[in-house]
């Protein structure tokens, strides 16, 4: 079965400190990644996704993140965090631009401290 | 401004009383979505359309009908609601699967 894991549900960071929201992935075939962030009482908003090409690939706000075929990871990732970034992320998975089936992870809560 | 709405915002209802949920966008986009969110569960999708007429179901269909008879409309039908489908519902549309997909403000549902 598809499948996108978010093993934590909950991170916490100092502001400024480098952050990191792991997402790891169970499909078949080449899968295009995506991240949304969900603010309170908001719906989601995209920050970045891969598709193919670079690895790594940067997004919304300062958000960068990393593909890891071997790994099947694509975690999100940003050098200096700030109070403005907690949210509640999610990682995505579709399978190619013939379907729109999704599949959500559970989402991790950041908590930024300052 | 490019946007998804849905209406209503907030609704508690009854066991068994039939209700719609809408979803519209101005983006003229082709593919639309609904999904759920419950804790701990992350979101679900409920169905999903590619093109007018054209949909299918996603991971929890059950209790659930949808229908796409116009390109910017995407209405998720509750035909007699349950309490296990209190829940937060979002709706979803984008230009390609690989493309972002914009969701609207969702629509918190009570149902006792």
């Known amino acids: 079965a598809q499948s996108v894991a978010q093993p934590e549900d909950q991170v916490n960071v100092a502001e400024g400190n480098p952050l990191t929201v792991k997402c790891t992935y169970s499909?078949?075939?080449?899968?295009?990644l995506f991240w949304y962030v969900q603010y309170p009482n908001r719906g989601l908003q995209f920050l970045l996704k891969?598709?193919?090409?670079?690895?790594l690939v940067k997004g919304s706000y300062g958000f960068e993140a990393e593909f890891n075929k071997s790994q099947t990871s694509f975690h999100l990732k940003k050098p200096s965090a700030l109070v403005s970034d907690s949210a509640l992320y999610f990682c995505?998975?579709?399978?190619?631009?013939?379907?729109?089936?999704?599949?959500f992870g559970t989402g991790t809560r950041l908590k930024v401290l300052a | 401004e490019a946007q998804v709405t849905q209406n209503p915002r907030y609704l508690i209802t009854v066991t068994g009383k039939k209700l719609t949920v809408t979803c519209s966008q101005n983006?003229?986009?082709?593919?639309m979505s609904w999904y759920r969110q419950d804790p701990g569960l992350g979101l679900r999708q409920i169905y999903y359309s590619m093109n007018v007429e054209v949909t299918d179901k996603g991971d929890v269909p059950e209790g659930y009908k949808v229908s796409r008879k116009e390109k910017r409309n995407f209405p998720l039908i509750l035909e007699s609601p349950s309490p296990n489908q209190t829940s937060l519902y979002f709706c979803a549309s984008s230009d390609r699967p690989a493309y972002e997909q914009y969701f609207g403000p969702g629509t918190r549902l009570t149902v006792t």
């Open positions: 995505a998975v579709t399978l190619s631009d013939e379907t729109y089936k999704y599949i």
């Open positions: 891969y598709i193919t090409g670079d690895n």
């Open positions: 983006m003229n986009h082709e593919y």
């Open positions: 499909v078949s075939g080449n899968p295009y």
